[in-house]
């Protein structure tokens, strides 16, 4: 049997997958890792939790070494060499030697790349300061730690998940931490309402966080850098960290003429094969298929790089018969001290931006039985297909609990389930796990009850003077964190007896504080002939995260 040749650009996630795999389907394949970087197989994800000191060894981040790959998996792998150009007509990869200067021509009879995606360094003024990192490997750990070893005050810039997770671990090293974000809100990958649990946790452990904001210049001063934010407020940093979104690292796949998507990442097929047959790739720097809308996306996380290096090796063996991988949902998480958050498939705001019919409701529960010590509140959101009520995609907030929502929901989402099918999923319950009704149940049955018409649900409360809002919450509640605007608070239980307080020719909006009593409102009034919706989510789900104090806390 000829000995076929693989050549492997990259050997973090994809590379390393792709490599692992195709040495188990063939024993005798001459398997070469070409790395930049001096690492490879580290764990990324980590990086954040060993600056803040949650991880406490080094060592446990480098996943495996080239000596390991060779002895574990018979796999070449060249660290700190880099693929500089493919000549595809001839098969081969012209590869420096970064610490010497030289080159040398590799052949291969399969390539795959693997580059990832490297973090955006846009071309503001001053943005050359050393102070100012990114971070993506191991070397920029170890500068971002060092750093924070004399750093009092960090800024970071960009709350996406590497932006909030790196804040989180900046203050638990004890350094003082302003967040900057372009966007209205943190985690912009949620709908607003959904990152506000995020953002009051932020407020509550001391990070100063602006929002709508951007930086414009960096100004170098002997001891400090300044950051000028287009607002003209001006921040102080030790330490700058940069974490505004990454671009994928296709100037190599870019100049052998292959096939690029309009954002620059690699087009593939379903078996990660890109315009040239004879060439893989994975990861971050291709673009796949939407697993919810169809189309294609981007989802630069390690799940899909993982299992896409798998699929390719899978076909280089197996050709047609293997198992094509079929596009990516976009399932996200992210913790913030004790609060965590995420998504899974569509947001509104994407389904909005993109002209698509869909309906949402928003619910709050508990992570467990309520009667069981330590409950606590978790809000879900799902989205779902108007017409057949296929779920589109869900959004978890809270303390606990909220993977395993995410998960649930993630595979729901895959298997085409509708928001019926929520109703009875039948999930793992004892009090110290869930409840006999799950938060998931919970959401199946209000969209339901929506779909039913049972329940008219509004995501804002009203200006029109008049559409009367009642809220239901107990007074000393109502009294204690007002709701805005005119409203009149009528106790849930005293609403039956009170229904003559309200005008029956004018609609009515209920609002409690979690979304539920408003619903026992709303159904209550719609019997007795009212024109009634209940504020979905209830004022938990709309919390100002800046006024918190206004608020129930729960
Ligand atoms: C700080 C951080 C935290 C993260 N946390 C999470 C998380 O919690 N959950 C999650 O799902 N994802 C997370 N991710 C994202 C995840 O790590 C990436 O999606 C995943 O690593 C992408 O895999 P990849 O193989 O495409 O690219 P990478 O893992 O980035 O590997 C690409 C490698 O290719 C090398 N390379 C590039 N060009 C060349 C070339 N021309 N020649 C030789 N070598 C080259 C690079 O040096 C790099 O080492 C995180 C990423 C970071 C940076």
Redesign the pocket.
């Known amino acids: 049997m000829n000995t076929t040749k693989l050549l492997v ?7 390393a997958s792709f490599a692992a795999r195709a040495r188990r389907l063939c024993e005798n394949a001459e398997i070469m890792i ?4 001096p690492d490879v197989s580290f764990a ?2 980590g ?2 939790y060993f600056v803040g000191g949650e991880i406490a060894a080094r060592d446990v981040l480098a996943v495996q070494t080239p000596a390991s790959l060779q002895s574990l998996l018979n796999l070449d792998v060249r660290t700190r ?4 150009r493919i000549d595809r007509a001839n098969k081969r990869v012209e590869i420096r030697h970064l610490d010497s200067g030289s080159s040398e021509w590799q052949s291969y009879d399969k390539l795959m790349l ?4 490297s973090p955006l360094r846009p071309a503001i003024p001053g943005i050359d300061d050393a102070r100012i990192l990114t ?3 191991l070397q920029d750990m170890d500068r971002i730690a060092a750093a924070t070893e004399t750093a009092m005050r960090a800024v970071v810039i960009g709350a996406g ?2 932006g909030l ?1 790196m804040t989180e671990q900046l203050r638990r090293k004890g350094l003082s931490v302003q967040l900057v974000e372009l966007q209205p809100q943190v985690f912009p990958q949620l709908d607003a309402p959904m990152a506000a649990l995020l953002e009051s946790e932020l407020h509550r452990n001391g990070v100063g966080v602006t929002l709508g904001d951007g930086v414009t210049r960096f100004e170098s001063c002997a001891d400090v850098v300044r950051c000028h934010l287009t607002s003209g407020k001006v921040l102080d940093a030790d330490l700058v960290i940069l974490s505004i979104g990454v671009k994928p ?1 296709t100037e ?1 796949a870019a100049q052998a003429g292959l096939q690029l998507g309009p954002r620059g990442h690699i087009v593939v097929d379903a078996f990660q094969r890109t315009s040239d047959p004879d060439i893989y790739a ?4 291709v673009e796949t298929a939407d697993r919810v809308l169809g189309g294609k996306t981007v989802v ?6 993982n299992r896409q ?1 798998r699929v390719a090796a899978d076909h280089v063996f197996l050709g047609d018969k293997a198992r094509p991988y079929p596009g990516s949902l976009g399932t ?1 998480i992210v913790r913030v001290f004790e609060v965590s958050a995420g998504m899974t498939g569509w947001s509104e705001k994407r389904l909005q931006a993109a002209g698509q019919a869909y309906e949402t409701v928003t619910v709050n529960d508990h992570q467990h039985a309520t009667y069981y010590p330590d409950a606590k509140p978790l809000t879900l959101k799902i989205l779902w297909e108007p017409g057949s009520g296929r779920l589109l995609g869900a959004q978890a907030s809270g303390f606990e609990g909220i993977d395993k929502r995410l998960d649930v929901l993630a595979t729901a989402i895959l298997a085409g389930m509708t928001v019926e099918d929520l109703c009875h999923l039948e999930l793992a319950y004892a009090p110290p796990f869930g409840s006999a009704k799950d938060a998931i149940n919970i959401a199946g049955f209000a969209a339901c009850n929506r779909r039913d018409g049972l329940v008219k649900h509004t995501t804002t409360l009203p200006s029109d003077p008049a559409v009367q809002v009642v809220d239901v919450r107990p007074k000393p509640l109502a009294e204690a964190f007002p709701a805005p605007g005119q409203v009149l608070n009528i106790p849930f239980p005293t609403l039956r007896a009170n229904l003559d307080k309200l005008d029956p020719t004018r609609p009515v909006v209920t609002l409690c504080a979690f979304g539920k009593m408003s619903y026992f409102a709303a159904r209550v009034l719609a019997q007795n002939g009212f024109d009634v919706a209940s504020f979905s989510g209830g004022m938990k789900a709309n919390v100002d995260p800046r006024s918190p104090g206004k608020m129930p806390t729960v």
Not at 9 to 15: D, L, P, S, T
Not at 34 to 37: A, I, K, L, N, Q
């Open positions: 650009i990259g050997g973090v996630a994809a590379g070409v790395e930049r970087g990324n994800c990086l954040p060499c880099e693929a500089v693997a580059p990832g995606a971070l993506r490997n998940f590497i997770e690292d190599v994975a990861g971050d720097a630069p996380m390690g799940g899909p790089a290096g996200a």
